[in-house]
């Protein structure tokens, strides 16, 4: 049982017999699929045993939910790969004055729908700090969508071409963190540009954008291929935004097998 319920255990027999109040049950039962006229009328008549019972089984069910809801946001938010904040090296990092590792750890940013921009030299653990909070924000039952900027333009195309766009649009607004790795990595044409500028215009004040990307807000121009969409899409990332410099060796030429 887990701090919210109120119960006592008595062995009977050999088992274990668990007594709860019937406000303890009533809230447990709270958010699932039961006629609440049906529980109230139920526990009204149980005995204490009875509803311990109850209770037991109602606590197993939210657990067993928040595990598949954990698992289920895992599954599409389409992660790349596995990365994970335990072991990882955060001395390439530079975070700004005010804002440190603490309120990043923390995922606040993302109550507040606030942006982050991880921007700085190749290797040094862009990806895998984005994908590592990603992953983490799962596990605290919040909805993430993670791409490449290439494969989110991809993505965006297919839709428009089959006139889905606006569901798309709709579902990746469904999350609270939308990743966006890759940003200047490959080129962009205008009309990629002005999808990817839908994405982010859709999300200002409503959700968190994470970017990765090796270009600094200089050369977004190049990206968007457009000055003054480019300028649209930094002023709306700087408003509510943070930028984390990266810098360093690139952890996979100083690890390579190929000397």
């Known amino acids: 049982m887990n701090s919210t319920t109120t119960a006592t255990s008595h062995a009977r027999g050999g088992r274990i017999l668990v007594k709860a109040k019937s406000e303890t049950v009533l809230e447990l039962a709270r958010g699932l699929p039961l006629t609440r006229a049906v529980l109230v009328r ?5 005995a204490p045993g009875q509803l311990g019972f109850l209770a037991q089984v109602l606590a197993a069910e939210h657990a067993a939910r928040a595990v598949a809801k954990r698992q289920r946001l895992d599954r599409q938010a389409g992660f790349s790969q596995r990365k994970s ?3 990882y090296d955060r001395g390439m990092a530079s975070f700004p004055p005010d804002w440190g590792r603490a309120q990043l750890t923390s995922l606040e940013f993302i109550d507040h729908a606030e942006d982050l921009v991880l921007y700085g030299d190749v290797g040094c653990g862009k990806t895998h700090l984005a994908i590592a909070l990603g992953i983490q924000a799962c596990q605290q039952g919040i909805p993430i969508r993670f791409f490449t900027a290439s494969s989110l333009i991809m993505q965006l195309r ?3 071409a089959r006139d889905r766009l606006e569901r798309e649009l709709t579902a990746i607004g469904k999350a609270r963190l939308v990743i966006i790795d890759e940003l200047g990595y490959l080129p962009i044409d205008i009309e990629g540009a002005r999808l990817l500028f ?5 999300s200002y004040e409503k959700r ?6 090796n270009l600094g807000f200089s050369r977004w121009a190049d990206v968007f291929g457009d000055g003054d969409m480019a300028a649209a899409v930094i002023d709306r990332i ?10 360093g060796d690139s952890y996979r030429n100083t690890h390579a097998l190929m000397k």
């Open 42 to 46: 139920a526990v009204e008549d149980a």
């Open 85 to 87: 904040l335990d072991g």
């Open 158 to 160: 297919q839709a428009k």
């Open 198 to 202: 839908q994405v982010i215009a859709d």
């Open 208 to 213: 968190s954008l994470v970017f990765t990307s």
């Open 238 to 247: 700087v408003h509510h935004g943070r930028i984390i410099r990266f810098h």
